[in-house]
Every structure is written in C-alpha cells, then in structure tokens.
C-alpha cells in the first residue's frame, strides 16, 4: 500500500479497522519525507523518534480495545510558528533556532488527543512576515509545482508537504492570507476559520489578534474533518468563549462575486478559471450577483498593524544581532518604528470601518465569492517590498498586487476558505476564495464541496 496515495479519511479508517498500523504508516511517511526532501525542502524540523513512538502508542491503545480517535495513524505536519511539545519552535529564525516548544498549542493537542501522529516542523518566513517562504534559517521552499515560483507564505512548507504528499494534513497559520495564498499556490484546501471558532491561545495580543491557526488537507472531507477536531473553545482565547452554534446551510444560496476588488490587474488565466467556477455555481443554482468592493484601501493599514506588530516583538533582539535575521525582516522591523501611535489607532478605526463594510454585503448574501490571488503565483525572487507587475501591470506593493483578497477577513475575523478551480498555462494551481458571516464554515464547506464535485478537476500528482 502506498500511503502518500491515500487520504486522511481513508488512513483513519485502515488504521481503525485494523487493516494497517499507525507504525506502518508513521515508517512510510518518514520514508516518503527522505526521499521527497531533498527537492521538497518543507520541514525544518523532522520528530521520527517522536512519531514512532506516538504510532506504537496509539497501536497499543487500539490493541487494548480503546478507541484510537478519528485522525488514528493519520501524520500531520505543524508550521514552525505553532508549538507542539518536545520540539522546537524557531518561528522560521535563526535567532530562536532549536528553542523547545514549552507546550502544545490548543489545536495541536486537540489533534492528538484525536491520534493524529505529529511528524515535524514546516518552513516558514520568518514569524510569517512576507508571503514568499525563504528564511536564511532553512533556505527557501518553492512550488512543488514549478519551481520558478514561489510555494507562497507564510504557511508555504505546510502547503507544500501536502503538495508532494508528504502528509495529508498540516497546521498553518493566516495572519493576512498565509493559509489561504499557499494553499492557493500549491494547489490544495485551506481554511482560515472564525475569529475564536479555532483557539489561539499563544497570541501576543488576544484582544487584537488578526493570526489564525488553521487546517489545510489535500481534499475537502479531510479539512472538514481536521477543522472539526481542531474547533471548539477554550479558556485561554477570549474569543473562543460561548462560541454559538454553526449557521444553517443556505440551499439556494446567495453570492455576491468579485473578480477584482480594487486592485489594477489580474491575470487572464486566473480570471477565466474564476468566472467557470461562478458560471459553475450558477449552475448549481445559486443567485449570483456582482459586488463592487475596495479592500486595496485597506493595504497601507494593514501594513502598518503588521509592521507594528513585528517591531514591537523584535526591534530589540534585531538592534542587537541583525546579521541573524531576513533582510526583508529587518526592513519590515525598521518600518515599524517609524510608525506612530496615531498612526497605528488609525489603522484600527480603518479596520471597524471594513468589518461594517463586509457585514452590510451579508445582509445581502450568504457567501461573498473572489479569487483567492490576483496572480496563480508570483517568481521565487520577488523581492516582496518592490512594487509588483500583474499581467504586464505595475499593481503597486505586493499585499495591494497579489494578495488584496484575503487580508480584510483576518482584520475582520470572518471565515475564508481557498479552494483549487484549475491550472494557469504556466502549471500552477489557481485557487477561488468563499468568504461568509462569522461561525458559517459549514455554509462555506458545503458550498465549496459543491463545486468541486460540479468542475470535476482531475487530481494530480507529482513525480518525485
């Protein structure tokens, strides 16, 4: 049997009904992890110790008739920003290289507890600034798919291990689209969901928190299945508490569709392969409508939460050691302290002013529908504080360019799925994001199962 080949669901149910082991299935994900690698270039970090032992655990539970959990035996790789006990958190720095976790994340022990076996760490930029995952801590992680492009970012090596099939799932996170655009780019299902609904215990600022952990899965009924263990409150997130139930399935939904949001351009095959998949979700019946939105307004403060933000964590250990860090870091780090007070309570009135603005549109819709980028992907050496070129078009700085779709919904805190709806003449994935009201993730994996099954996109695999 060859694992890489199955998926989540379907190595649980092995693993359950006794027709394999969580050792067997530990031992060759570690073995496709080897061989893969060295092209991959996905994890900083690799617990095979730590997984065997896990899958012996879990095979002797299961031997003595206890239930082994819905995730049993299935392996799972966790973004270097997320902690998971007994490894080492370095946040995709060298400065924090080889710093042990001091204990699960929320989600990370949710996903345990469901027997799921924690494989190791994926590459990330460092502390998620920049969509592009290079780091001089592990070098760079490009797209399975073409490596003249980027993997994405920040969650670009959990994307990509699911991309060569090193793992069926992986933890990211999303702090301005970092699940969503690496999903986008690699080709396969993130989820970036309500604001709470999965918990976040560790974040600097809980009050204002805009960084989401989440799911990301090769297939739709794997993420819904990992969303669904890693969901729920917890006393350590404020906005996990008294968490209300899921909204219903619209059965005729209503959408409001965007094919441009403000910014300059879009790429010809990005737009064609979004308007099938609206034309497709007509044709599903749902009522499509155009909206008229501006989020590149949004940008400029945006990137001054994230600047601040950075600065205020890191100004003092970039003072004193910045040859260990990104250059793009340092300049980020740099522009945050050039930033005011004023200017940084400006950009949170802005921030009020979008979220009123998206839930006027959800008096109107269920499901707001964009394209997840502006581009399939974007060259590996973008250099992400440069104005960038769109279908011969300079759009401006990157998060304005590329990526003005999913920054709003982290600073709002709605639920935003990206989902693969075809392939770009250079073989790189395209992806669509469905947006909805807060705690409506049922709503938007309903809707994207139903498409997906309606464009019947065949699946690909990579050679190795």
Not at 316 to 334: G, M, N, Q, Y
């Amino acid at each position: 049997m060859d694992i890489s080949e199955l998926t989540a669901t379907e190595i649980a149910a092995l693993v359950r009904g006794g027709k394999t082991t969580a050792r067997a299935v530990a031992e060759a994900t570690l073995n496709r992890i080897e061989t893969t690698e060295p092209r991959a270039n996905t994890f900083i970090h690799v617990d095979a110790a730590g997984a065997l032992a896990a899958a012996e655990a879990l095979d002797a539970q299961r031997a003595a008739g206890e239930d082994p959990g819905p995730l049993a035996g299935v392996p799972v790789s966790v973004k270097d920003l997320v902690h998971v006990a007994g490894m080492p958190t370095s946040f995709g720095s060298r400065a924090f290289a080889g710093a042990p976790a001091p204990e699960d994340a929320v989600p990370v022990a949710r996903l345990r507890a469901a027997g799921a076996i924690l494989i190791g760490k994926t590459t990330t930029p460092e502390f998620g600034h920049k969509p592009i995952t290079k780091s001089p801590l592990f070098g760079e992680t490009l797209n399975p798919w073409n490596p003249a492009y980027t993997s994405g970012g920040s969650s670009g090596g959990a994307a990509a291990s699911i991309a060569w099939r090193q793992v069926p799932l992986a933890v990211g996170t999303d702090g301005g689209g970092s699940i969503r655009i690496p999903a986008a780019v690699c080709g396969i299902f993130g989820l970036k969901a309500t604001l709470g609904r999965i918990p976040h215990v560790h974040a600097g600022d809980l009050f204002a928190n805009n960084s989401f952990i989440g799911p990301m899965a090769r297939n739709l009924d794997d993420l819904a299945l990992m969303y669904r263990v890693m969901a729920g409150s917890a006393p350590g997130d404020p906005w996990s508490k008294s968490l209300p139930g899921h909204d219903p399935v619209p059965q005729r939904p209503r959408i409001g569709w965007a094919l441009t949001i403000g910014n300059k351009a879009i790429e010809q095959d990005v737009a064609a392969a979004s308007e099938a998949a609206i034309a497709a979700l007509a044709g599903l019946g749902a009522e499509v409508s155009k909206v008229e939105i501006d989020f590149v307004s949004l940008e400029p403060h945006f990137r001054i939460i994230l600047e601040t933000l950075l600065a205020a964590r890191s100004s003092k250990s970039v003072a004193e050691t910045p040859e260990l860090f990104d250059p793009t870091f340092v300049r980020t780090v740099r522009n945050g302290e050039k930033r005011t007070g004023i200017d940084v309570q400006n950009a949170a009135g802005f921030r009020t002013s979008i979220y009123r603005r998206i839930e006027r549109h959800f008096t109107e819709f269920d499901f707001l529908v964009t394209p997840t980028l502006a581009a399939a992907a974007i060259p590996a050496d973008t250099d992400p504080h440069a104005d960038l070129e769109i279908a011969g078009v300079n759009c401006g700085p990157i998060r304005a360019a590329w990526y003005p779709y999913t920054l709003p919904f982290n600073l709002t805190g709605h639920p935003a799925l990206s989902m693969p709806i075809g392939w770009d003449r250079n073989e790189l994935p395209i992806g669509l994001q469905i947006v909805s009201r807060w705690h409506a993730e049922a709503g938007i994996l309903d809707l994207a199962g139903r498409l997906h099954a309606a464009l019947e996109i065949p699946d690909r695999v990579l050679s190795v």
